[in-house]
Nanobody, 122 residues
């Protein structure tokens, strides 16, 4: 199983980015996918996730700004980030869990992809 996050970049505050998490060896519609970010000097934090039933959950810090959705045909999960803030600057990674739900901790995710850097300037 491989997960690949992409779509990061350098943007100004208020801009939008769409990150992709493309899977191989795993069907995203049959798994629960979580997005996490890690800022310099900080621990990895939960951003949001989507269950196999397409239910979504979000961290309070991103509710109303970020949306997670998936394209089953492309076997890809997306993280649409709007109204970005400098505090969103981090490396963003996706992870897959074959068990129930999308835990808000890193424990319980079986597969992790390499992250993509998001930098938001003020």
């Amino acid at each position: 199983v491989q997960l690949q996050a992409s779509g990061g970049g350098l943007v100004q505050a208020g801009a939008s980015l769409r990150l992709s998490c493309t899977a191989s060896g795993l069907t995203v519609s049959g798994a629960n996918i979580g997005w996490f970010h890690q800022a310099p000097g900080k621990e990895r934090e939960f951003v949001g996730g989507i269950t196999r039933d397409a239910n979504t959950v979000y961290a309070d810090s991103v509710k109303g700004r970020f949306t997670i959705f998936r394209d089953n045909a492309k076997n890809t999960v997306y993280l649409q980030m709007n109204n970005l803030e400098p505090e969103d600057t981090a490396i963003y990674s996706c992870a897959a869990r074959v068990g129930f739900g999308v835990p808000r901790t890193t424990i319980g995710y079986s597969y992790w992809g390499q992250g993509t850097q998001v930098t938001v300037s003020s």
